[in-house]
Structure formats: structure tokens, C-alpha cells
């Protein structure tokens, strides 16, 4: 099995000979495709590779924004979190003003308020979930390393819009100290 998509792409340019050569296999329990099956599938995969590159040019794109008015965000969040959470919060002035445990939760607006209507368990973080400080968290640590983290971010977009300095690499010691 292949974990990374892109990676997969790559596999699939390949000849069959050659990967079976590259694996160190002998034989295979799928069947041969035919030439024109074979044609559609690279051909699909050379479609795929083009939006995993333009997704990797807006990534850079945005990188070079966010380095330029938020690079407190950018160096805690990363591109993908921080632009996600400054588009939730309707930009960067409104992300600012809003509180860490509003900030931990945004993303999770529809579990949110499935919980005010009906009871059900209240969510403990939104897209920061995705932050590899939240991910390498254990499973019952998951939900104060969301709150640690909201808060840190909430102080860099603070710092931020109000042009403060550059705080981030040390909010990212502490936090790093802080699950040990």
C-alpha cells in the first residue's frame, strides 16, 4: 500500500515490469490492462499531478501573503491552518478580536451548534485539528493541546494586526515544552 497520494501518481507512470522489478515481486494477482486502459489511467494521474502542483503554487502564493501581514500565524499555524482560520473569522482583524476558546472552535460550527440543539457532545477544536501539535497529541490530551494552541494562536494574530513583534518561534517552544 501507498500512504502518499502524490506519491502514487509517480507509481503510476511507471511500467508494470519496472515497479514489479522496483518491489521485488514476482508476480501479480491483477489482471493485464488493456493499452487504452492504461492510456486513461496515466492520463487521469497526469490531470491529478497538474492540481496537486497549482494546489502546491497557491500554497507558495499564499505563503508569500501571510509572510508579508501575518507571519506570527504563519509560523504557528502554517499556510493551510492560518489561511483557513483567518477565511473562518473574516479576516485577520476579526480573528484578532476574537477570544482563544472562539478560535479553538472554528470549523466545528455545525457540531457546534448540533450541540446546543440536541445535546450531544460539545466539540473541542475545528481546523486546528489538522496542526501536527494537536495531531501528535494523545487521544486524551487532544482537546487541551486545541485550547493551548488556540490561545497561542490567538496572540499571534494579535500580534499580528496590531504589529507587534515576532513572538511565534517562542509560542512554539512553549507549547512544545508544554506536552512533554
Same mark, same amino acid.
Do not use: W
Given at each position: 500500500a501507498v500512504a502518499?497520494?502524490?506519491?502514487?501518481?509517480?507509481?503510476?507512470?511507471?511500467?508494470?515490469?519496472?515497479?514489479?522489478?522496483? #518491489?521485488?515481486?514476482?508476480?501479480?494477482?491483477g489482471a493485464d490492462l488493456e493499452k487504452r486502459d492504461v492510456e486513461q489511467i496515466k492520463l487521469l494521474a497526469a490531470?491529478?499531478?497538474?492540481?496537486?502542483?497549482?494546489? $502546491? +503554487?497557491?500554497?507558495?502564493? %499564499? +505563503?508569500?501573503?501571510?509572510?508579508?501581514?501575518?507571519?506570527?500565524?504563519?509560523?504557528?499555524?502554517?499556510?493551510?491552518i492560518g489561511a483557513g482560520l483567518i477565511? %473562518?473569522?473574516k479576516g485577520l482583524k476579526h480573528l484578532a478580536l476574537l477570544p482563544a476558546?472562539?478560535? +479553538? %472552535?472554528l470549523g466545528a460550527e455545525k457540531a457546534l451548534f448540533r450541540h446546543i440543539k440536541t445535546g450531544s457532545r460539545s466539540p473541542k477544536h475545528g481546523i486546528i485539528i489538522n496542526h501536527p501539535f494537536v495531531q501528535s497529541a494523545g487521544?486524551?490530551?487532544?482537546?487541551?493541546?486545541?485550547?493551548?494552541?488556540?490561545?497561542k494562536l490567538s496572540l499571534c494574530a494579535r500580534l499580528d494586526y496590531?504589529?507587534?513583534? #515576532?513572538?511565534a518561534?517562542?509560542?512554539?517552544?512553549?507549547?512544545?515544552?508544554?506536552? $512533554?
Open positions: 502518499d497520494h502524490e506519491k502514487f501518481l509517480e507509481l503510476t507512470n511507471k511500467a508494470k515490469t519496472v515497479l514489479l522489478k522496483e #518491489f521485488k515481486i514476482a508476480e501479480t494477482m490531470k491529478l499531478a497538474e492540481i496537486y502542483e497549482l494546489r $502546491k +503554487q497557491h500554497e507558495l502564493y %499564499l +505563503q508569500s501573503i501571510m509572510e508579508k501581514y501575518c507571519p506570527n500565524l504563519l509560523e504557528l499555524a502554517g499556510v493551510t477565511e %473562518l473569522a476558546s472562539t478560535v +479553538q %472552535l487521544r486524551e490530551l487532544k482537546g487541551k493541546a486545541a485550547r493551548m494552541l488556540a490561545d496590531f504589529k507587534g513583534e #515576532f513572538k518561534e517562542e509560542y512554539k517552544t512553549e507549547l512544545e515544552a508544554a506536552l $512533554k
